[in-house]
């Protein structure tokens, strides 16, 4: 049996314009390594993060960031229930709790993973924070956070692909100037 690193793509990367805000919806593929598996049913908790930045092009500077927002989903199981629970939130997830967004839970890995892979109608910008005469770029990022884990798990990762879940992507905004 032949280590695998885990790869990441995504599938679907879609913006749109709602009222006064800019919604991104995206789907991540990915497949979990062993060791995070495992990781995972020894009751490790796992922590995903979504990124997604809007800059302004600019030709004579580097693009100016606009708007810029996370989301963060810690996937835990828990063995005396034998339940997933997924908490989502838009900033760090600490031990108090405090923030939390959405809390769900699953029976089955597959069911968790599919809510954590797929981002839809995210808010990642107002339309008020954009210029409507300039171009502008989004910036996607999906990742497992690593710095999260508990330290001897960091410690023992050094060099070592299968903890590697990371893929980014960028799209060009087309925003209509509604006068």
């Known amino acids: 049996m032949r280590a ?11 913006l749109e ?3 006064d805000a800019i919604l991104l919806s995206a789907t991540v593929n990915f497949e979990l390594s062993a060791a995070v598996e495992e990781a995972l049913l020894k009751g490790v908790a796992m922590v995903f993060v979504a990124e997604a930045d809007v800059l302004r092009e600019r030709w004579y500077w580097t693009n100016k960031k606009v708007a810029s927002t ?11 229930t034998r339940r997933w629970r997924l908490n989502v939130a838009s900033g760090l997830i600490t031990n108090a709790g405090l923030g939390l967004v959405l809390n769900q839970n699953f029976e089955a890995l597959p069911d968790a993973l599919a809510a954590v892979q797929r981002l839809s109608r995210w808010k990642i910008a107002d339309v008020s924070d954009l210029d409507l005469e300039q171009r502008h770029l989004v910036e ?40």
């Open 4 to 14: 695998q690193s885990p790869t990441a793509e995504i599938s679907l990367f879609k």
């Open 17 to 19: 314009r709602a009222d």
């Open 70 to 80: 996370e989301r963060h989903m810690r996937l835990a199981y828990q063995p005396l």
């Open 140 to 179: 996607f990022r999906f990742r497992l956070d690593l710095s999260q884990l508990p330290r001897p798990f960091q410690i023992g990762m050094l060099g070592q692909t299968d903890w590697n879940i990371s893929v980014s992507s960028s799209q060009l905004l087309a925003l209509e100037n509604t006068k």
